[in-house]
T-cell receptor, first 113, second 112 residues
Framework: KQEVTQIPAALSVPEGENLVLNCSFT??????LQWFRQDPGKGLTSLLL?????REQTSGRLNASLDKSSGRSTLYIAASQPGDSATYLCAVSRTDSWGKFQFGAGTQVVVTP | SQTIHQWPATLVQPVGSPLSLECTVEGTSNPNLYWYRQAAGRGLQLLFY??????ISSEVPQNLSASRPQDRQFILSSKKLLLSDSGFYLC???????????FGPGTRLTVL
């Protein structure tokens, strides 16, 4: 069974620092990996989707990398801002269960002014 | 553009009462639809998914059921709620052949 782990569970950084969020998974036979942001009491906002054939995706200040062989993905957020404070979740889907995501528990990020 | 709606936004129900949560998607046809639950201190758990009208797959045995009466409507139901059904329920959609999922605003359910 696929297990997805996000470490650390919580992270606090001063404004302007770069954020590095980690996601690890136990089964490398993944179809896709998706990063989400969740604000308190809200739904999930899709940030980046990395297909299994890709190594990274970029959107603005966000960059996500994928290393299937080591079972890891990293989300980088450059020059963090207080508005980046949220919980960040990663999710993976397997090649034999397309569309069914397994989620990590998330990393709660606080960016202090 | 596509949008996804869920209602109600919050719900407080007594144990043993019925439940009906609704999710609708606009701006796309024949989407895959998903119900997730996010319990306090736990990650998201996939409950049901649907690839078409009347086609429902359940991921975990439980007190809940799902139905898809129309192409862009997904309903989560229960005949008798349990305390353990409390949580944040999220509906999501993806296009057929695509894997990126898009989530609704969620329904906060408290069972007392």
């Amino acid at each position: 069974k696929q297990e997805v782990t996000q470490i650390p569970a919580a992270l606090s950084v001063p404004e302007g620092e770069n954020l590095v969020l980690n996601c690890s998974f136990t089964d490398s036979a993944i179809y896709n990996l998706q990063w989400f942001r969740q604000d308190p009491g809200k739904g999930l906002t899709s940030l980046l989707l990395i297909q299994s054939s890709q190594r990274e995706q970029t959107s603005g200040r966000l960059n996500a990398s994928l290393d299937k062989s080591s079972g890891r993905s990293t989300l980088y957020i450059a020059a963090s801002q207080p508005g980046d404070s949220a919980t960040y979740l990663c999710a993976v889907s397997r090649t034999d269960s397309w569309g069914k995501f397994q989620f990590g528990a998330g990393t709660q990020v606080v960016v202090t002014p | 553009s596509q949008t996804i709606h869920q209602w109600p936004a919050t719900l407080v129900q007594p144990v043993g009462s019925p439940l009906s949560l609704e999710c609708t998607v606009e701006g796309t046809s024949n989407p895959n639809l998903y119900w997730y639950r996010q319990a306090a201190g736990r990650g998201l758990q996939l409950l049901f998914y649907s690839v078409g009208i009347g086609q429902i797959s359940s991921e975990v045995p439980q007190n809940l059921s799902a139905s898809r009466p129309q192409d862009r409507q997904f309903i989560l139901s229960s005949k008798k709620l349990l305390l353990s059904d409390s949580g944040f329920y999220l509906c999501a959609w993806s296009i057929v052949g695509g894997d990126e999922q898009f989530f609704g605003p969620g329904t906060r359910l408290t069972v007392l």
